[in-house]
């Protein structure tokens, strides 16, 4: 069974940097288009960011292009997401999540990571 992780969550000021990392377990990680998606009190779950299995593309919400980037090794069955000029809105609970091949959402997620950003 695929378990995802992340890590790297905390508390920052705004305009500060975190970089989150995901770890995932299993056999066919590197065969996953995987994503971080963030939700924060009282709102709805949201797309941040995703790659595809073998890093060639990858697509972010327009609130964090250029200021996040995502990244995978999958090496190490790793996922990151490098969060710089961080905003007080960034301010939320991050959950990587694992897409498997063929299927039309997201199948595997972790328990979240909480970043909280101060002004």
């Known amino acids: 069974q695929v378990q995802l992780v992340e890590s790297g969550g905390g508390l920052v000021q705004a305009g500060g940097s975190l970089r989150l990392s995901c770890a995932a377990s299993?056999?066919?990680?590197?065969?996953?288009?995987m994503g971080w998606f963030r939700q924060a009190p009282g709102k709805e779950r949201e797309f941040v960011a995703d790659?595809?299995?073998?890093?060639?593309?990858?697509d972010y919400a327009s609130s964090v292009k250029g200021r996040f980037t995502i990244s995978r090794d999958n090496d190490k069955d790793m996922l990151y997401l490098q969060m710089n000029s961080l905003k007080p809105e960034d301010t939320a609970v991050y959950y990587c999540?694992?897409?498997?091949?063929?299927?039309?959402?997201?199948?595997?997620w972790g328990q979240g990571t909480q970043v909280t950003v101060s002004s």
């Open positions: 999540a694992g897409k498997v091949p063929g299927k039309n959402g997201y199948d595997y």
């Open positions: 299993g056999r066919t990680f590197s065969t996953y288009n």
């Open positions: 790659i595809s299995w073998s890093g060639y593309w990858t």
